[in-house]
């Protein structure tokens, strides 16, 4: 009876252990912010007391204020209508010796600097969203290198992005478009720069350079693309109007089954999530039957950074969890 209750005893760990690693990396990040009901987390509390925010409680609804800038717009930690991240106005409420704890906290934490795999090998299709022109070689590399192992194997990918004019600021001088010794990731042995090299000024025509210049090999013939203009009223696309054209330019083509969807940290979550409202909001009921996979490559701070930098980054995390915050809200 003893040995039968000892095996019962190891059975049910091993079956809790395995449900919990089942659970994409997404999924315990979401858990990392928010809880079941509607308060913020312990790992977020932190962070917003480190931030000078002190809620009366830490329900999502309170927290918003706060986050948002209704209360007082000094605490604000999101970016104003057309601000770009990296031009989001620092908090200088933050005190620099607290800005290495709020980094860890968002990165490892919570997990928003986590590297998030597959869950499956075989998908119906792969979706890569647009970003700036590091990012978009970080995701790249990450897909390669994923097809290379055969941890993916190579479908249709989608290429998603919209018209943005690019921006030195963060990257997309026109002396990196063409660098071979970009440091993150090599180009094709057949590629060759043009001696007359384009002159890119648009998301969507640089995404299409980085491929012709760095995708794999297995993956050529299988692109599809989905470049769309900016809505009307934004000066440059979103990640909302880039899927809504994604799913209204191919939604026929897309059969029931897995879709791996192909990003970078700390932008998974927040990407999921807009997928999310998209499919409850903007095309109700067709999502049924397709099940979305976001996974991307890890973040971490860079140790040389300086002070100045490091409250730079800071302030691009905070931006991205209060952005989640806001769609978390139900």
């Given amino acids: 009876m003893k040995n039968r209750i000892n095996y019962l005893i190891i059975f049910l760990t091993l079956f809790s252990y395995n449900n919990i690693s089942a659970k994409t990396t997404v999924e315990k990040i979401n858990e990392n912010i928010i809880n079941s009901d509607q308060t913020v987390s312990k790992s977020v509390q932190r962070v917003l007391n480190l931030c000078g925010i002190f809620p009366k409680n830490y329900s999502l609804n309170e927290v918003l204020i706060w986050v948002k800038g209704d209360k007082d717009p000094k605490y604000s930690l999101v970016r104003q209508p057309g601000e770009e991240r990296w031009e989001k106005k620092e908090n200088l409420i933050i005190k620099n010796e607290d800005l290495d704890e709020i980094i860890e906290i968002i990165l490892n934490e919570?997990?928003?600097?986590?590297?998030?795999?597959?869950?499956?090998?075989?998908?119906?299709?792969?979706?890569?969203?647009?970003?700036?022109?590091?990012?978009?070689?970080?995701?790249?590399?990450?897909?390669?290198?994923?097809?290379?192992?055969?941890?993916?194997?190579?479908?249709t990918t989608y290429l998603i992005g919209g018209e943005r004019k690019l921006s030195e600021k963060?990257?997309?001088?026109?002396?990196?478009?063409?660098?071979?010794?970009?440091?993150?990731?090599?180009?094709?042995?057949?590629?060759?720069?043009?001696?007359?090299?384009?002159?890119?000024?648009?998301?969507?025509?640089?995404?299409?350079?980085?491929?012709?210049?760095?995708?794999?090999?297995?993956?050529?013939?299988?692109?599809?693309?989905?470049?769309?203009?900016?809505?009307?009223?934004?000066?440059?696309?979103?990640?909302?109007?880039?899927?809504?054209y994604f799913f209204n330019d191919y939604f026929w083509n897309l059969k029931n089954g897995n879709y791996i969807v192909i990003s970078n940290q700390p932008f998974v979550l927040y990407q999921k999530l807009v997928m999310q409202k998209i499919c409850k909001l903007y095309i109700e009921n067709q999502c049924n039957g397709i099940h979305f996979d976001f996974i991307g490559s890890e973040l971490t701070l860079n140790k040389s950074y300086s002070v100045d930098e490091k409250r730079k980054f800071a302030t691009k995390l905070l931006e991205n969890l209060a952005q989640n915050l806001i769609l978390l809200k139900n």
Avoid at 120 to 143: H, T
Avoid at 203 to 225: D, G
């Fill in 110 to 155: 919570i997990g928003l600097g986590q590297r998030i795999e597959p869950s499956l090998s075989n998908y119906n299709g792969i979706l890569f969203l647009g970003a700036s022109l590091p990012s978009v070689r970080e995701r790249l590399k990450y897909l390669n290198a994923n097809i290379e192992n055969k941890k993916i194997l190579p479908v």
């Fill in 170 to 244: 963060i990257g997309e001088g026109e002396e990196q478009f063409y660098n071979k010794n970009n440091g993150i990731i090599e180009f094709r042995s057949d590629y060759k720069v043009p001696k007359t090299p384009l002159k890119i000024t648009d998301e969507r025509e640089m995404l299409k350079l980085v491929f012709s210049q760095s995708l794999h090999p297995k993956l050529q013939n299988k692109i599809a693309l989905s470049l769309s203009e900016k809505d009307p009223n934004e000066h440059r696309a979103t990640t909302k109007s880039t899927i809504k």
